[in-house]
């Protein structure tokens, strides 16, 4: 399961940066179990777009946008709460 790590250094950096195309976490855990630990709820307050979930070799498709495997989402985070998941949506 996921440590209650330190993370007060990525957060600053997050918060004094500021980017504008928006922040995205990449991660081998699913959007209910980060929802589930407090420092890493915490860090979900500042991104935009998670890809969550491992990457499966088997489910591996090139076809799919920001994401490896098939079983992999991209959870618009600022629309999204425990039990209603929203995928974020491509404007390309």
Known sequence: MIEDYDIRGI??????????????LYTGFRYEE????KVSRELLDYIDVLVDGPFIERLHD?????RGSSNQRLV????????????WQSDF
């Open 11 to 24: 957060y600053e950096g997050i918060r004094q940066n500021r980017w504008r195309s928006g922040v995205w």
């Open 34 to 37: 980060l929802m589930a630990v």
């Open 62 to 66: 090139r076809s799919l946008l920001f």
């Open 76 to 87: 618009d985070v600022k629309r999204s709460m425990p039990g209603r998941i929203v995928e």
